[in-house]
């Protein structure tokens, strides 16, 4: 077994939240006064935890008060709709029953907040996923490395035996930032040429190619 533990990104990697973080931030906004945004805004501006999307989706120039207001209604209505439309990424279900066969340790790391994380854990990861780690106060987001060296501790795991695995170019960093090789999926929310560009060097296009390249 080349590695003992895989770390997983969660949207974009795992699962496909897009929709359900589009109509969260467009409530938000609506509700504030503000335009709405795109399904392709809504991809561009996600990655580096929510309130890095709603800074990003308000207009510029709003004033702070107002981003803050609209931040705190994200979250309200979020927690409640953050599994409306999710789903995993077809061939992701049959990845994670082949890793836990093979005894592999695995996490996810998320900038979503800890009760999305806790949500999505609880639909969709129970009996496989062993930690699951969201933003919450007190410990800095992605690209920070310590959400991952976080999980790595609770698994048990050195670097050397770990692998992680995400769709953007906050994940790259991440990985380097902690230490770890990155795998780089083809299917989430960046492009390989994006993905290329920020330094991935591993890839896989399809769910299946990261088991292959783990062992």
Known sequence: MRYKAIIFDLDGTLTDTLE?????????????GLPARSLGEVQHFVGNGVRKLIERAVPQGTRPTVTEQCFEAFRAYYVIHCHDHASLYPGIAALLMALHAKGYRMAVVSNKLQSGVDELARIFFQGVIDVAIGERPGI?????????????????????????VGDSDVD?????????PCISV???????????????TVFARTPQDILSLVQ
């Open 140 to 164: 800095p987001r992605k690209p920070a490395p310590d959400m991952v060296l976080e999980a790595m501790g609770r698994l048990g795991v050195s670097k050397d035996e770990t692998v992680y």
């Open 20 to 32: 359900d973080l589009f109509l969260s931030v467009n409530h938000a906004l609506q509700g504030c």
């Open 186 to 200: 083809l299917w989430g929310y960046r492009s390989r040429d994006f993905l290329a560009c920020h330094g991935a």
């Open 172 to 180: 790259i960093q991440t990985a380097v930032g902690a230490g770890l």
